[in-house]
């Protein structure tokens, strides 16, 4: 493959990434088949354990500085399989977790923001990563059983202890980032976003205003947008790319702050992926994009 072009974003002022990053969080498996990408149960480390690590380094090699993962993952196996590939993490191999949330099943998300549980996550994240520091720890979900400052508050003082490094949020609204704001700043963002699901246009908007990093999970929709005569498959037959990397170069269009992050278990679909960042949509195109769906 061709070495791919640097487009980067300076997350929190002082993490310089590339603008396309990996979600590392389809790198496991389940009791049993997932019917769907949405419906995967995310439960035990994946069966396939070297071509995991394998993709893990061949992201990093086409140039991937940022892994995203979450305790929640594979309860923690999956922190542990990016440590047993890539550590020392050299270069600028940023990995961002996420704490917050509990598995009691392979199909259970329950939300859970008590905050010494929060802390201890971090603390188990600091192992099985191999780091004195993790450099973006996120808010898996705000859980309204507790105050969004006690919340916020134990991920403040784990930076300020320095174990942590940048502070990030997922699945929040223009007023829930605000207030997080206030009680310290937030370097990131994740929330679902897509061209087919676009709730979260004010958060994105918001993001680009304040230099927020905007980290899109399932960037790339799958549906009957995506389909032979969409909208879509026409502007990527036009660029002579795939579906796939259009909709991942709509994201990188839509925002200077936006950093997709794609997951796939498979090392092509990586490649593809990547690749899209070297594909550049007109304005009618993105216009139409935009439009379309």
Known sequence: MREIPRETFSLGGDLTLNRIGYGAMRLAD????????????????????????????????????????????????????????????????????KVGVVRPSPTEWVTHGHPAYLRQQAELGLRRLRVERIDLLQLHRIDPGYPLADQIGALKQLRDEGKVRHIGLSEVSVDELRQASEITPIASVQNMYNLATRQHEPVVDYTAEHGIAFLPYFPIAAGSHAGSGSPLAEVAAEIGVTPAQASLAWLLHRSPTVIPIPGTSSIAHLEENVAAISVKLTDDQYDRLSGAV
């Open 30 to 97: 389940g009791p049993e088949p997932a019917r769907s990408a949405m419906e995967a149960h995310i439960w035990r480390a994946p069966a396939d354990r070297a071509g995991a690590i394998a993709l893990l380094r061949r992201a990093v090699e086409l140039g991937v500085d940022l892994i995203d993962t979450a305790d929640a993952y594979t309860l923690g196996a999956n922190e542990e399989l990016i440590a047993e590939a890539l550590h020392p993490y050299r270069g600028n191999v940023t990995v961002a977790t």
